[in-house]
């Protein structure tokens, strides 16, 4: 079993930044992924990475200001995120996978955080 705990999230101004941190506890994880949930809409992809960290995936919308990435042996996740708009206002949750390599399925993960919330308003 895998438990994640979603931290880092609060209020930043557009153009801004922010690091999300995905705390890790239980067997060691396979491969992690980050998505975002606005209010009265699905959850969507953000990015995914291996489990070594060797490959990432990236929603076209986050290419080039996200940058997803890991620290197995601290068991932590990051989802760095520069140069923030007002559209990526939502819940960012992290999830673990069983397989090895990144998945952009949410259906391929099987244990999810609770999220933390990120407002970008000026």
């Known amino acids: 079993q895998v438990q994640l705990v979603e931290s880092g999230g609060g209020l930043v101004q557009p153009g801004g930044s922010l690091r999300l941190s995905c705390a890790v506890s239980?067997?060691?994880?396979?491969?992690m992924g980050w998505f975002r949930q606005a209010p009265g809409k699905e959850r969507e992809f953000d990015a995914a990475?291996?489990?070594?960290?060797?490959?990432?995936y990236y929603a076209d919308s986050v290419k080039g200001r996200f940058t997803i990435s890991r620290d197995n042996l601290q068991k932590k996740g990051y989802l760095k995120m520069n140069n923030l708009k007002p559209e990526d206002t939502a819940v960012y949750y992290c999830?673990?996978?069983?397989?090895?390599?990144?998945?952009?399925?949410?259906?391929?993960?099987?244990?999810w955080g609770q999220g933390t919330p990120v407002t970008v308003s000026s």
């Open positions: 999830a673990a996978a069983p397989t090895l390599s990144p998945t952009l399925s949410p259906t391929n993960y099987d244990s």
């Open positions: 239980g067997r060691t994880f396979n491969a």
């Open positions: 990475i291996s489990r070594s960290g060797g490959i990432t």
